[in-house]
């Protein structure tokens, strides 16, 4: 793992990482969704 010196690199390791956590949110919503609609109605 990289050495984090400064917080200029802090602050973009940080918001790199919310990114990559941005894009898994958005493209795992889809599937929750049909999670929870898929079930069998009674």
Not at 23 to 42: Q, T, Y
């Amino acid at each position: 793992m990289e050495t984090i010196h400064t917080l200029q690199e802090f602050m973009l390791h940080t918001k790199n990482i919310i990114y990559i956590l941005m894009v898994l949110a958005l493209l795992g919503m889809p599937a929750f969704w049909r999670f929870l609609n898929g079930r069998d109605e009674d």
